[in-house]
């Protein structure tokens, strides 16, 4: 089982690039519609109280899926391209 992005020493903005490889890698989201995308979800995220703040606690992978519109398993045949991307951004 993944460790939450907070155990991971996740900050949020590296938390948000997950969501946005995730996004790309795993729903084919148009490229040029991602960051807007991202940056709406995230500015009314952050004027909610700290009880929204939660979404910091989930995978990247699951909030990719929520914006997306379309749930995916996080299995074999996604687990390991997952890892490659948290493990880049852990790296960075």
Known sequence: MQRPPSDRGFE???????????????????????PRRIYDFRSTLEKLTPE??????????????????EK??????????YDQILNAISSR
């Not at 929204?52 to 519109?69: N, Q, R, S, T, W």
């Not at 995916?72 to 391209?81: C, F, I, K, N």
């Open 12 to 34: 949020k903005d590296s938390f948000w690039y997950a969501v946005e490889l995730c996004l790309k890698e795993f729903h084919a989201y148009p490229r040029d519609k991602v």
């Open 52 to 69: 929204g703040l939660i979404v910091y606690h989930d995978e990247p992978f699951y909030l990719a899926c929520d914006l997306a519109g």
């Open 72 to 81: 995916l398993p996080l299995d074999e045949s996604t687990s390991q391209a």
